[in-house]
């Protein structure tokens, strides 16, 4: 069996698996929040030379490998590791160039860099770029990208990665010709944790249910409505004239965030996907059903980094293995 190390270092979140690079199979996980923006604060912090910088962060990726070989009861020496998302930025382990728009949605299109396995880091590295257009940079959803895609008859569709920046990407004729991010997960975090909408809203613990749902999307309704900057007031006096609880206040205010993100997509032609987790999956679902979009399907966001490395591992990596 031909394994290799997936992982998808973020800004928030280090998350590394092994994979059966035949099958796609995770065979055992390992996350932290030690993501690109906190090493990358201790780096500079501990004030570590530039040229020591991919070993200091190379560390980080030994920790968790470490934890990887106790939960499988094996040495993982020298297999190979897949690195998508932040670490290839200038914040990262070492930064890349980004590849211009337009370009094939194929692996052999991404910008990729080996770094060669040494004393410290007994561990081929194979670092994958971001893309970027004339307005716009993501680093990560274009390795998720290409995992999504199975076959031929999926060169034109129309991708939505959500998260902290929600990324929408257009495929035409099997090519990456533009795509736009939204800052809906990071405008969220700051009206709910740091603005004075602080006090009116608390997160739920419960599952969705009729009643959150309802509030969630009177939120999307009012997001592809009214003036964001309005309609986020509108919040505050939901709970200072008892209008809404505090956690249907918390939905109200997620629907206003993703119904702002997606109020121009009802004129998408092309057939949507969704690249999430679960949960994101079912508000953005409910959310574009009220824009009249009902037949959007789902990719797995963990599993499309998987697929997406297995592809870059079967180019690149095989030959380091």
């Not at 337009?102 to 770094?115: D, N, Q, R, Y």
């Not at 959500?162 to 809906?184: A, Q, R, W």
């Not at 700051?190 to 009729?210: D, F, G, M, R, T």
Request: some cysteine; charged content about 25%.
């Amino acid at each position: 069996m031909e394994k290799f190390i997936s992982c998808d270092w973020g800004s928030s979140t280090l998350r590394l698996r092994v994979v059966d690079a035949a099958t796609g199979t995770v065979l055992a996980e390992s996350a932290t929040g030690k993501g690109i923006i906190a090493v990358s604060d201790l780096w500079k912090k501990n004030e570590i030379n530039e040229k020591e910088r991919i070993i200091f962060y190379q560390s980080f990726l030994t920790e968790q490998i470490i934890l990887l070989e106790k939960q499988l009861n094996i040495s993982l020496k020298n297999y190979t590791v897949i690195i998508s998302g932040m670490a290839s930025s200038n914040i990262g382990m070492k930064e890349l160039s980004y590849k211009k728009t337009p370009f094939t949605a194929h692996e052999k299109e991404l910008i990729v860099h080996k770094i060669e396995s040494s004393e410290n880091f007994v561990h081929t590295v194979i670092l994958i770029s971001g893309a970027r257009t004339d307005e716009d940079v993501m680093r990560g959803e274009e390795t998720q990208l290409i995992g999504c895609l199975k076959s031929d008859d999926e060169t034109d569709r129309f991708f939505i990665f959500p998260g902290t920046h929600s990324k929408h990407v257009e495929l035409e004729d099997g090519m990456i010709k533009d795509f736009k991010t939204y800052m809906t997960g990071e405008f969220f975090e700051l009206l709910s944790q740091k603005s004075i909408l602080l006090n009116s809203v608390e997160e739920s613990p419960v599952e969705l249910n009729a009643g959150n749902i309802k509030r969630f999307e009177n939120g999307v309704i009012d997001g592809t409505h009214l003036n964001i900057l309005r309609a986020a007031f509108l919040v505050r006096t939901n709970q200072l004239f008892e209008k809404l609880a505090k956690q249907d206040n918390y939905f109200y205010l997620s629907g206003l965030m993703i119904g702002t993100e997606i109020k121009d997509l009802g004129a998408v032609k092309k057939q949507i996907t969704i690249c999430s987790d679960e949960k994101l999956l079912q508000l953005y679902k409910i959310a574009l059903s009220e824009i009249g979009i009902v037949n959007a399907d789902y990719v797995n966001a963990g599993n499309a980094v998987d697929a997406g490395h297995c592809k870059i591992y079967k180019l690149y990596g095989q030959e380091s293995a």
